[in-house]
């Protein structure tokens, strides 16, 4: 239940992380949208596990395969579906898991709200895997909001407490995707890559904060209440494991200004209506102005560490210590990035659709 | 368009600021739970202007009447309506914001956006009277909750860059709503004080952070994906004006945790499996945990002050300088903290009614 | 639960018969429509019973007041919200038809269903009564498909088994509303008046079918999987209080028809494509195709007949005879027709907007 | 757009006729529900094609597979998926109808809305063959009624004007899917199937109506407006390819009676309230009597025939001949019957599950 995201665009989400395999429908699809198998796979290989020394060794080759919703290279109309079949899953860890709950992780709670009957192996529906759906939704939205020229850049702001600085856009949008941590440049990159080599050695983990930047967003989508453009961003963003905090713009540091610090001011550039600035991160009352629209992810530490860790054993219900074995990312910042950036591009085609900014067929 | 919140429990906001009325339709509510006007009347007066120095001057009743779907006292299970009618309404200056929008506010983007058919007066449907219709179904969610025992506590944890410290829960349930700013205790409220008088001696305003503490909500409630808590709790949140970030738990703080730090134990504690502390926020994977739900929600300050800002003359196209009138809080905060708690209650009720933990008929 | 209608544009119906109010909420709707009071009363006033004596006599004004959502006669693409008051309410009879259900009504079942709790007053939210909020929404959307020039004529093509006959759309459209049994031409009339007559001398009721013609409907409105046009008129339909049947076209005659004799052959005429016969009522596949849209949708006789009837003593636990008192229509097609132009047109308008022939601000 | 069925439980259908699979995705199935793909694979075989000489000749096994959502033999809570692949597709003909659209299918109206990038080839979503999901959501809904000991009958309640006669429900639950025409006896089935022959024999095709009814259904599920019954069955029902009327109970008759005939009057018997009759077809202000729900549908004579069609050519716009090709049934009605099975099982479980009859967690 909920596993539908979006209104006229809308997202259906399934598969399991060590069941067959995950899954996209893409409902409300506009007609004679071109796409791959080609265009979502480029996505999908920017959050794919095994491709450095800081993610999970799992391999696999998440090959996409469209099935139902493309014909001739363009979308019908119909539902677009997306498979990408799980190949390389060790599940023998996770008949301890059930019985031993790792802290952080949902085993508990899931295996309490089911009453056992979720499918437990490597985490099921509350796996990190299930964001694989959500980049094959991204790589159509993006498509989508190319026909506007809207381009989304994210990167890893911080990472481990190691705040990227000193960068600008231009730097990050060449830079991110050319080093494993999605650093938005080299100095960051390398600070970054420390401190998580450090939690590493230790058996133990770190957070960060992811942050997404949407150019050329047409002014205008979004509503004032209730789906406004932050509050249907953060909805998305909250579905992807571990986030934290969703903020916009200035964000938690508008709470610390003072209005006439805060309040951007109208101006004339180029005989156009502008902003002087941007701390309202391209959203006010819930609608796009024209800027850039900024949020900002934070991610907890990932929860599986190889340190020792309290739990309790469920079914002798007596407290014991746990060691969580197998292939985990120490920081799951780096592959999230990809994942931040395609639920903003699907909610902004979603509101883009709404608005009438997309057509029900294209070309 | 999206003036919808909600699946199983709907709540419906209708109404501009200087219009008739303000009102809100909940569809979807249970049979036979005890409902008065005084009921809601208690919630509405938490969030009424004109109670303090700190806040606007604006001077009305709302008097909520109810005016559909309660009969002899109780639910019906129809559409439950309530109105709050608009009465100390002061339109003059709108003209002129319309055609000079003010920096922080909507004006200019609702004209662009809907083409200059909005409600402009007031700032229409983006005004914070809006939040009247949150706090009507937000006394409803709160007594559905009651039957389930949750009770939500919300306070005023930062004001213009104080934060609240040295208090219990204790302290902050029975002080918060005896003070004008909603603070915890009594040294916050000081401090807060102070440096909203000083704002407001310059003609400025200053922004904050609310946190909501939901005790007892039953362990179960949410989905991993996409209606998460989280989720849907920070979508009710940005709907609310000013809102510019929402976090649970340890929230953006977790960015900078170890795994090993952040990860909360289970333990067994009276015989029950438990949490050895709550940095997830009564939240994992979506789904509630039986331990407290935490969530602060940021406000930017107050976008009308009265000092001169810069703006464009929309009419002559060019820039021009303009000063706010009207009667405005130098801090919104105070007056968010009941709609902060009215929200997070509606989306807790929602869920409940969706699990099944509430039925469909009460008693 | 229930109670809104549609995806684009959605309708929220709340209200009870002997209630306060009854009244309509339009989400979704376009910013720029010109709509006033004077627009939707003329459609209440088709509905109004004490017309005629072939309707009850309770007398109501039925004054509609838009609440909200509507500035300088306009839309402002906030929620419309109109109302109209109860008046002329008498409640004294139901107290003993929720003990003494009367057949063909809800009272058994929905005191049932709601443990007690409904609002048995006038039949509460399962009398026709509602459908007041069915036209007001109904006047917004015929305002809307004015834009694409669509044109709806309904009428009672039959009442109690007089089926009218002998006449063109150019004569239904100029007499239907002319007369008070909304008959399509005075030969029906007279029939269709005499059988009603007969019925009510004997004190009971007779049923009809109501038959609409949406003209100029744009081709490409709908879906072929679910939301098809027919399913979603047809749900709107069974909204309406004792509904039995839907049939679109040919209806159940296509059931006896053969291939070859119900096929709608393409045919070339003036330069443009089109159908040879309208079998197919308008739509094939769920999409409309240009040709005229028509629904029939028969009504059962009215439940409440003055005649003496079995039922049970809810309380007694015994069977009993009733007899139902109260001011009733002999045959509720009539007034019935207004409301079924009503629901067709709102789902239609709703598609229209889905599929952008009618943009999200007009003009 | 409007792939999506339900509120409380939802369908998603994808897939097309001549693609790679037919698909549907079960949002909000409630865990711990035992199904297996021998569960699904039993209602798939009832409509299958090429089981006798009264249905296309086009040969499928339609194995299908369940590739999510079920772990252990049981429903987890998550996305139940299933996927059916599609064998034996010729393609070849449907150049030719795109260019020349055979009159009763919507090849013309579907290449206007599309602008043509709908998959024309079988129809695509246009197919018959889209019931292959319906069917699957039906053999899932089936059981999760069988938790409330729901059975639906269904059957061929006339074929080519031939009404089955003379059969009593214990009669057409025995007999109905022992026959390749699904009528309920045998008498009925010799009748209709000599008028099958006739038209086939013609290049010519036969419409029927379908009858099913709901045992055991508990009273209390609907709503009055507008998520009645009656509306939400309709419009799944209108769901499938040819239907062109639905009506409930006394149907279209009862626009022919009084009153005084058509009203069921309640009676105690066996201690318990029930009515005398069952002419409102189990469902009363939209809401289920606990009567047996009984639905017609009415279908329209398959559109392919091999007799001679006029059509348009689209590409020299000069109106043809046509002669419509391949595998099809000279009625549709037999294959539908396990169809319309399979929707009312859907529909009643949402409802169900919605009224909280289903809890979220079976066992």
Redesign the interface.
């Known amino acids: 239940?909920?596993?539908?995201?979006g209104r006229?665009l809308?997202?259906?989400?399934?598969?399991?992380s060590h069941?067959?395999?995950v899954?996209a429908?893409i409902?409300?699809i506009p007609?004679?949208l071109s796409i791959t198998e080609e265009d979502v796979q480029k996505i999908l290989d920017l959050r794919r596990p095994g491709q450095s020394e800081y993610t999970t060794q799992r391999r696999e080759r998440d090959r996409v395969e469209i099935?139902?919703?493309v014909?001739h290279g363009?979308?019908?109309?119909?539902?677009l579906?997306m498979?990408v079949r799980n190949e390389d899953v060790v599940s023998s860890y996770y008949e301890e898991y059930r019985r031993r709950?790792r802290?952080?992780?949902?085993d508990?709670?899931?295996r309490?709200?089911?009453?056992g009957?979720?499918?437990y192996?490597g985490g099921?529906?509350?796996s990190g895997r299930?964001t694989v759906s959500m980049c094959m939704a991204g790589a159509v939205a993006m498509k989508l909001l190319r026909t506007l020229k809207v381009e989304i850049i994210a990167y890893s702001l911080?990472i481990?407490?190691e705040r990227a600085r000193g960068f600008t856009l231009e730097e990050a949008r060449a830079y991110r995707y050319s080093n494993p941590l999605r650093a938005p440049n080299e100095e960051s990159y390398l600070r970054m890559s420390k401190v998580i080599e450090e939690?590493k050695a230790e058996g133990?983990?770190?957070?960060?904060?992811v942050e997404a930047i949407a150019l050329n967003v047409p002014?205008?989508l979004?509503?004032?209440?209730?789906?406004?453009i932050?509050?249907?961003v953060?909805?998305?963003?909250?579905?992807i494991?571990a986030?934290?905090?969703?903020?916009?713009?200035?964000?938690?540091k508008?709470?610390?200004?003072?209005?006439?610090?805060?309040?951007?001011?109208?101006?004339?550039r180029n005989?156009k209506?502008s902003y002087?600035k941007n701390d309202?991160?391209g959203v006010?009352?819930?609608?796009?102005?024209g800027e850039p629209v900024i949020v900002r992810v934070?991610?907890?530490?990932?929860?599986?560490?190889s340190?020792p860790?309290?739990?309790?054993d469920?079914d002798e219900?007596?407290?014991v210590e746990i060691r969580v074995k197998g292939r985990h990312d120490p920081c799951i910042v780096p592959r999230a990035v990809v994942v931040v950036e395609s639920m903003l591009a699907f909610v902004l085609a979603d509101h883009a659709i709404?608005?009438?900014f997309i057509?029900?067929?294209l070309?």
Do not use: C
């Not at 802290?103 to 949902?106: D, E, K, T």
């Not at 133990?204 to 904060?209: K, L, Q, R, T």
């Not at 508008?254 to 004339?268: C, F, K, Q, T």
């Open positions: 239940m909920g596993d539908i995201l006229s809308r997202l259906i989400s399934f598969g399991e069941g067959t395999l899954g429908v409902e409300g007609a004679g099935v139902s919703g014909f363009h979308t019908t109309g119909a539902p579906t498979i709950p802290p952080g992780h949902a508990y709670i899931a309490l709200k089911y009453k009957f979720n499918d192996r099921g529906r509350f299930i911080e481990g407490g939690a133990d983990s770190v957070g960060g904060i002014p205008g979004g509503d004032p209440i209730f789906d406004t932050e509050g249907d953060s909805k998305a963003m909250f579905s494991p986030v934290k905090g969703v903020e916009f713009g200035s964000g938690f508008a709470a610390r200004m003072r209005g006439s610090e805060h309040n951007d001011p109208l101006v004339i005989g209506i002087l309202h991160g006010i009352g819930g609608i796009t102005t934070a991610f907890k530490p990932t929860a599986s560490i340190k860790q309290r739990t309790v469920l219900m007596r407290e709404r608005a009438g057509p029900r067929v070309g």
